[in-house]
Structures are given as structure tokens and as C-alpha cells.
Nanobody, 123 residues
Framework: QVQLVESGGGLVQPGGSLRLSCAAS????????MGWFRQAPGKEREFVAA????????YYAASVKGRFTISRDNAKNTVYLQMNSLKPEDTAVYYC????????????????WGQGTQVTVSS
């Protein structure tokens, strides 16, 4: 079992940056791939980014590639999402999750989810 708690959301102007954090509890954190999904009002949930258990492999949605960076610190049981050059269309609730890296790549829903953090990009 893994419990996930996101933080770092907020209101930012277009072109700005935010860093989301996700703190995980559980002794097996380092054995899971970690990722982020988001859901905007009235839209379906969509994949954002994933990182393998070691941090050696990453995978991004085309819409965020080159602007967002996912990273993890297994010593701190934390995964991060650095978001740069934010756009209004990035506005959504962002969810941290844990699962299998191959599942992220193949579009399978991860096993564990946090409660979400709101990101609003607006002037």
C-alpha cells in the first residue's frame, strides 16, 4: 500500500512556473513507478508524466513535453513535477499516482492515487 499527498498547487500567471510535490508513505515507495495525471473541468482525466522506480526513465504527454519535468527523490519518498511556461489550458486538478512504469506507457490506470491539488493558470 502507498498513500500519496500532493502539494504545491495554486494560481499562476501564463508563462509562469510551479513545482508540485507528492509525498508518499509506505516502505515500498522506491519499488513503484510514479506519475501525474490531471483533470480539467468538464474534461476527461489525462496522463501528464511518469518516472520509473530508479528515476532513469521518464515519459511525458505530448502536450507538456519540453515544459514539464518529473523527478523523484527516493530517500525522501517524494516525486516532483516542475511545470514551466504554463498555459491556461494547463489549468486542472493534478493527481499523483503510483504503479507500474509499463502501465503508464501503455495507458493503464495506476493503482494508487492522491487526493489532487488544484493548478490554475490565469492572468
Amino acid at each position: 500500500q502507498v498513500q500519496l499527498v500532493e502539494s504545491g498547487g495554486g494560481l499562476v500567471q501564463p508563462g509562469g512556473s510551479l513545482r508540485l510535490s507528492c509525498a508518499a508513505s509506505g516502505r515500498t515507495f522506491s519499488s513503484y513507478a510514479m506519475g501525474w495525471f490531471r483533470q480539467a473541468p468538464g474534461k476527461e482525466r489525462e496522463f501528464v508524466a511518469a518516472i520509473s522506480w530508479s528515476g532513469g526513465s521518464t515519459y511525458y504527454a505530448a502536450s507538456v513535453k519540453g515544459r514539464f519535468t518529473i523527478s523523484r527523490d527516493n530517500a525522501k519518498n517524494t516525486v516532483y513535477l516542475q511545470m514551466n511556461s504554463l498555459k491556461p489550458e494547463d489549468t486542472a486538478v493534478y493527481y499523483c499516482n503510483a504503479g507500474s512504469y509499463i502501465d503508464y506507457v501503455q495507458g493503464v490506470v495506476p493503482d494508487y492515487w492522491g487526493q489532487g491539488t488544484q493548478v490554475t493558470v490565469s492572468s
